[in-house]
């Protein structure tokens, strides 16, 4: 190698390669890799100038562009592995990043640069002409009966021409054109910033989709064969379903109306009194504490709040609580329609004009009256205002899947998009805590509804039916816990989806009067998405139907059936992006839904059936996870699906390769379709093992100012990064002064009070130091409540921690996520399939090692590198 080297390179370039071979080899790297390292290089030195300052310094920074990769320990394969990050960092890396170390890939990304400032250019060359400009002063001077002619004139003609794009039959030529066509254009304009170029994205989406649905009930059913009949019939009834639910929320979330508060009177005499309920049936008084500990910090006239501890679970250390903080106490004797029924007796002795409900969990901030009540000054009618449900403690998918802050949590669409855009229609409706409702039109309902358990959305669609208007404010005013396990997450889907499908059979809103159209299809949507359990379920096995009884779900050639179908999920996938893409990534609802698919589908069956079945589960909340563990008894429908999909994959190889060579085309898109289904139960799995939770009090990420004092009166300036109930974590410049087990104390500042705490040092790590309370007093521990969990700006700025949605990134992201699954799953394998589990682990490990990776945000020094920028 060495005689080979030295007749194509330089002396210099020589040496370094052979000390990079040597520096191979030391750290146990095979010969072959070795060697094949270095004859890389060596190729590279001959036709890339790597002592040009460009590539120098992209090499100083290669541990960022290239993470997965050892420099110093190359494997047989990281040539390759070389080439597919490379490519990978062309395309996602932006014009100021990659293209100024590789001097050789400056011209896809100009190319790409240009491209992107034309389409920011369009929105500015889109200009009304003179004709334009009187037309349009023409219909602003319209009376309402004219304007009203017009938009019926205007949508008869959109329907017919957009009937015509979906019911007119292509041939597979005009079929792809059209597709091209369509999809060239939502490109285009999913870069226009706006809410008119996301409203052009639905136009599309739905005219692909409804084309979709119209080929399907007329050209895709095999009416000569009973199973292809029955097998079809029950796809395409998912597939309707999954179609109105796409239409509705598209309609839901159109134009999210985003309202902002009201500031209240200047003369507070006039300001309204108000209950503040907090029930509680079996939670840990600690739950339960930081709750009332914030509610007696609220901004609000001492006089004119009045806060009730709930507790129906009779129990003498709450009463004794709530009797030491001065709050009033109010238990039942008997315990009928759970949490509903505890209000409703409440109310027997609340007389207040407003009511505000929290869940024993919910922490509010000190700002959460002044910025809600407000509304009720402005909107007679308003009967109840909503804000948010944030959670402060990761989910089981952000904690089992470590997705904590990278990706938006499951509830993050709902109240991040979903009840803002219900807003937009008065649709807005409560969601059992976080909220005020207006007393009188409680009594006026008969108060919180009983008769389901959803007893809040039960009552704000009664208030609605009554002629009451309701408000959604996406600001967060309070922080909780989310559900401690999978299990728990499960159990409380499940009681909301028995309760929603439970109005929809008993106070049906698209029936009876009282409430106008747009509100009847919001909440018909709210109740029809828990009905999404059979429809995955058939998604997730319809493949198998063909793979492994022949027959046709889709009777079609498989062409066509790639024409039609994939248009069809690229475009709503596109649209969902741009709709919900700050609120959910794309692929995560295939996760999300097939967790909860099995567990839903009987409940909400039953009560389709039979409204009146079922109970109200509470949901356990504080919770521990002394050991991680697996949740057999969750995953196990799971497994059985992954098997079943597994077993269909084999007998679609076997079909490939001894079948009907006319049927290869669609074995093979069936076996696509699998190996999909496969991936979202991996990722299912994945969810089902339980991390490791020991943290009783969970630690909130902050950025604010405070003080550490040590008891010889020296003061230091910090800054608190995080806090819990029972600790704090601080930086400072100072961190050297202090050492573990120092008792100091940490002031800080709420409004312009400053309020002290007594802790001791648990660590101290750079300029970091960890603390943890010593025991406060009952005022002090109210004080800290209200100095950090209680700030009004404590949750406001949760949409930020979360990236962009990319669908190819998330994609990636999903099938990483399958792919985990199993590998964990063969981690626990049985012993005496250890062997083959360790072979299929390593194999999988190996593929995997070829995918590209994002390079991290920040810039890490690379300390290996003097290597490579030796002289």
């Known amino acids: ?37 270095v004859f890389c290089l060596a190729l590279c030195w001959l036709f890339l100038r790597f002592e040009s300052p460009a590539w120098r310094n992209l090499q100083a920074q290669r541990s960022r562009w290239y993470p997965q990769l050892s420099l110093s320990k190359p494997r047989l394969a990281d040539p390759l592995r070389y080439v597919v990050q490379s490519l990978w960092l062309l395309v996602i890396i932006p014009s100021n990043g990659l293209r100024e170390r590789v001097v050789y890939a400056r011209w896809p990304q100009r190319l790409r640069e240009k491209f992107i400032l034309w389409l920011e250019s369009l929105p500015k060359q889109v200009k009304l002409n003179p004709l334009e400009i009187r037309v349009t002063r023409r219909i602003g001077k319209m009376n309402r009966l004219g304007k009203r002619v017009l938009i019926i004139l205007t949508s008869l003609v959109a329907i017919t021409l957009a009937m015509f794009c979906i019911s007119q039959p292509f041939g597979y030529i005009a079929q792809f054109v059209f597709v091209v066509l369509l999809w060239s254009i939502a490109m285009i304009i999913r870069r226009i910033p706006g809410r008119f170029p996301a409203l052009m994205l639905i136009v599309l989406s739905l005219t692909i989709s409804c084309r979709y649905l119209w080929w399907r009930y007329t050209s895709t059913l095999n009416w000569d064969d009973p199973l292809s009949l029955i097998c079809g019939l029950l796809l395409l009834g998912a597939e309707t379903y999954s179609w109105t639910v796409l239409v509705l929320g598209y309609i839901q979330t159109i134009w999210p109306l985003n309202r902002k508060p009201v500031p209240m009177p200047a003369d507070v005499s006039t300001w309204p ?39 129906d679970g009779n129990r003498q250390e709450f009463a004794d609580f709530a009797h030491e903080i001065g709050v009033r106490y109010i238990a039942r004797e008997t315990h009928e329609h759970a949490k509903a029924g505890n209000i409703n007796h409440a109310l027997k002795y609340a007389k207040s004009e407003l009511v505000a409900i929290f869940d024993c969990d919910h922490v509010p901030t000190r700002s959460f009256l002044q910025l809600t009540v407000g509304w009720f000054f402005k909107d007679k009618k308003l009967s109840m205002l909503q804000t948010p449900h ?32 219900n807003d937009l229609w008065d649709a807005s409706f409560f969601c059992g805590s976080c909220a005020v409702l207006r007393r009188d039109v409680l009594d006026e309902i008969g108060g919180i509804a009983v008769e389901t358990v959803t007893e809040d959305a039960h009552t704000s669609l009664r208030m609605h039916r009554h002629g009451y208007s309701s408000a959604y404010i996406r600001i967060p005013q309070a922080a909780g816990l989310a559900t401690e396990s999978l299990s728990a997450h499960v159990s409380q889907r499940i009681r909301w989806a028995r309760g929603m499908v439970q109005i929809f059979r008993l106070d049906n809103p698209l029936f009876g009067k009282g409430l106008k159209l747009a509100q009847r299809l919001c909440y018909a949507n709210a109740m029809m998405h828990f009905l999404a359990g059979i429809p995955r379920l058939i998604f997730l096995t319809a493949p198998l139907a063909f793979l492994l009884l022949h027959a046709y779900v889709i009777y079609a050639p498989a062409l066509a059936i790639a024409l039609y179908v994939l248009p069809h999920m690229i475009h709503a996938s596109l649209t969902n992006s741009r709709v919900q893409g700050k609120y959910r990534h794309s692929f995560w609802n295939e996760i999300y839904e097939t967790v909860l698919a099995w567990y839903i589908a009987r409940p909400t069956t039953v009560a389709l059936f039979n409204p009146h079945a079922g109970t109200f589960n509470v949901t356990a909340k504080g919770g521990l996870n002394k050991h991680a563990y697996v949740d057999w008894k969750i995953s196990r429908p799971y497994q059985i699906l992954m098997l079943l999909n597994l077993a269909g994959l084999f007998f679609g190889i076997y079909r490939v390769i ?37 943290r009783q009090a969970h630690r909130v990420e902050a950025k604010m100012p405070a003080s550490l004092m040590r ?23 100072s961190a050297s002064q202090f050492q573990a087990g120092d008792n100091v104390t940490l002031l800080l500042h709420r409004g312009q009070q400053e309020y002290t705490f007594p802790m001791q040092i648990s660590r101290v790590f750079g300029k970091s130091i960890g603390m943890q309370l010593l ?48 590998l964990r799953m063969l981690d626990i394998a049985p012993k005496q399939y250890r062997p083959l589990a360790s072979r299929t682990q390593a194999f999988g490990c190996w593929l995997l090692s070829f995918a590209p990776r994002n390079p991290p945000l920040t810039v890490q020094p690379d300390e290996s590198n003097l290597m490579m920028t030796k002289q």
Request: hydrophobic share 40%; with cysteine; proline share 6%.
């Open 1 to 37: 190698m060495n005689r080979l080297l030295n007749l194509f390179l330089v002396p210099p370039v020589v040496s370094e390669l052979q000390d990079r071979y040597r520096l191979y080899r030391a750290n146990r790297a095979s010969r072959l890799a070795s060697g094949t390292m």
């Open 711 to 733: 008891p010889d009166g020296h003061i230091y300036v910090c800054t608190v990064q995080d806090y819990s109930d029972n600790g704090v974590g601080l930086e400072t410049e």
């Open 658 to 694: 001894y079948g009907r060579p006319d049927e290869i085309l669609t074995v093979l898109v069936s076996m696509a379709w699998v190996i999909y289904n496969m991936i979202i139960l991996g990722g299912a799995i994945a969810v089902a093992f339980e991390s490791k939770q020991v």
């Open 775 to 822: 025991p406060l007093t009952t005022q002090q521990h109210i004080d800290f409540i209200q100095c950090t969990f209680a700030r009004a700006d404590s949750w406001v700025l949760r949409e930020d921690a979360f990236p962009e949605d990319k669908p190819m990134e998330s994609l990636r992201e999903v099938l990483g996520l399958g792919i985990r699954g199993y």
């Open 273 to 311: 009194t108000v209950d503040l309920m907090i029930p509680t049936y079996n939670e840990d008084l600690s739950v339960v504490k930081p709750t009332l500990y914030a509610a007696l910090g609220l901004d609000w006239p001492r006089e004119k709040l009045t806060i009730y501890l709930l507790d």
């Open 390 to 421: 944030h959670f402060f403690s990761p989910d089981p998918f952000e904690r089992n899947l470590g997705r904590m802050r990278r990706t938006p949590n499951e509830g993050e669409l709902f109240y991040g998009l979903v009840q803002d855009g």
